[in-house]
T-cell receptor, first 112, second 113 residues
């Protein structure tokens, strides 16, 4: 059972453009939603995270939008740079310190 | 470097052999997690420890898999009688109790021939 569905699988964006990645979850007990960035040969690194009591969180060029009623959340990467080329994973967990359930990942390529 | 470390980084083994991986968490992190990631997929949870206690195991973790964290510091993941389907990246993460952020290590890439 895939509890977190992520789309698209891959994305190509021009330098300076906006990358948008969407995730949908099924388990209403989830209350923590992080996004991880992974470069080839490396482990995932936390990018930004949100809890369902807010609808949007922004950190630098990265913004999470959260829609609790639709059980959906998305990552927006503004002013995309070639260094942002990586695989991005959304995830969810039921509470702090619990296991993470990951989406399938989105490979983002930013063309110069 | 005070991040999560894993050893070895790469392991090639023949089907049927046993392998053991080690994870050293960030100092003072009392929670330690193991995940498995196959090519093109997101990490899947295997098991986690709070201090030395193993609190949860995934149904993905067959009887051939065993994990330990004997003194609440480093952890080992052993796979007995490896199968080709065990080929994957094995990721370790750690966190402070009741803190959300899990910090991942670089992973151990296993190839079973």
């Amino acid at each position: 059972q895939q509890q977190v569905k992520q789309s698209p699988q891959s994305l190509i964006v021009q330098k300076g453009g906006i990358s948008i990645i969407n995730c949908a979850y099924e388990n209403t007990a989830f209350d923590y939603f992080p996004w991880y960035q992974q470069f080839p040969g490396k482990g995932p690194a936390l990018l930004i995270a949100i809890r369902p009591d807010v609808s949007e969180k922004k950190e630098g060029r990265f913004t999470i939008s959260f829609n609790k009623s639709a059980k959906q959340f998305s990552l927006h990467i503004m002013d995309s740079q070639p260094g942002d080329s990586a695989t991005y994973f959304c995830a969810a967990s039921k509470a702090a310190g619990n296991k993470l359930t990951f989406g399938g990942g989105t490979r983002v390529l930013v063309k110069p | 470097d005070t991040g999560v470390s894993q050893d070895p980084r790469h392991k090639i083994t023949k089907r049927g052999q046993n392998v053991t991986f080690r994870c050293d968490p960030i100092s003072e992190h009392n929670r330690l997690y193991w995940y498995r990631q196959t090519l093109g997929q997101g990490p899947e949870f295997l098991t986690y420890f709070q201090n030395e206690a193993q609190l949860e195991k995934s149904r993905l973790l067959s009887d051939r898999f065993s994990a330990e964290r004997p003194k609440g510091s480093f952890s080992t993941l052993e796979i007995q009688r490896t199968e080709q389907g065990d080929s994957a990246m094995y990721l370790c993460a750690s966190s402070l109790d009741l803190k959300e952020t899990q910090y991942f290590g670089p992973g151990t890439r296993l190839l079973v021939l």
